[in-house]
């Protein structure tokens, strides 16, 4: 099924390691963003790419590494995890936002820092 | 950063009532979405509004976008249970399309 894919689902770091979350659509978007999500803090930016090697800081970036080599990939990293990064990850992906097209999320990363 | 706020926070209803949320934001949006969540699943798109007046339907949902492009407001008829589920307004100024979230409206339809 078209759509955007994300993996781990679930996963348990200890304080200081380093993981990449992994992010894949097969729908030729250009648009790829990272977004976390916390309870009373809504969706917040990490970062986010306008297309194949451009990528820019969102909200919310520091701790945060992202790559686009392909237009397909946009994985994340966490440089050494702290407990502050406990939350849920989203990826989201779209055609062009700007001219109104929606966004398409995956169905998430649920991270634990201990 | 632009800050879209949502109201009510929290709205617990019966099933067959009416009710209406809304977004509302000082800051001019090229287009906004809504967005429902539902509990361990990513944000499904809703609809998206591009033109100030601008009103949609989607069945018992409808979306409004004020006539400013800062605000936009979601009525459901006769709700059901089906409809409960964490709702999001969010905002693009269009400048390098970054999505503004508000922080969401979590409906519950009790049967």
């Known amino acids: 099924n078209a759509g955007v894919t994300q993996t781990p689902k679930f996963q348990v770091l200890k304080t200081g390691q380093s993981m990449t979350l992994q992010c894949a659509q097969d729908m030729n978007h250009e648009y790829m963003s990272w977004y976390r999500q916390d309870p009373g803090m809504g969706l917040r930016l990490i970062h986010y790419?306008?297309?194949?090697?451009?990528?820019d800081q969102g909200e919310v970036p520091n701790g945060y590494n992202v790559s686009r080599s392909t237009t397909e990939d946009f994985p994340l990293r966490l440089l050494s995890a702290a407990p502050s990064q406990t939350s849920v990850y989203f990826c989201a992906s779209s055609y062009h936002p700007g001219t109104g097209y929606g966004y398409t999320f995956g169905s998430g990363t649920r991270l634990t820092v201990v | 950063t632009q800050l879209l706020e949502q109201s009510p926070q929290f709205l617990s209803i019966q099933e067959g009532e009416n009710l209406t949320v809304y977004c509302n934001s000082s800051s001019v949006f090229s287009s906004l979405q809504w967005y429902r969540q539902e509990p361990g699943e990513g944000p499904v798109l809703l609809v998206t509004?591009?033109?100030?007046?601008e009103v949609k339907k989607l069945k018992r949902l409808t979306f409004q976008f004020g006539d400013a492009r800062k605000d936009s407001s979601l009525h459901i008829t006769a709700a059901q249970p089906g409809d409960t589920g964490l709702y999001l307004c969010?905002?693009?100024?269009?400048?390098?399309?970054?999505?503004?979230f508000g922080k969401g409206i979590t409906l519950s339809v009790r049967p």
């Open positions: 969010a905002g693009d100024t269009g400048a390098n399309s970054k999505l503004t």
């Open positions: 790419s306008v297309g194949a090697g451009i990528t």
């Open positions: 509004v591009v033109t100030g007046g």
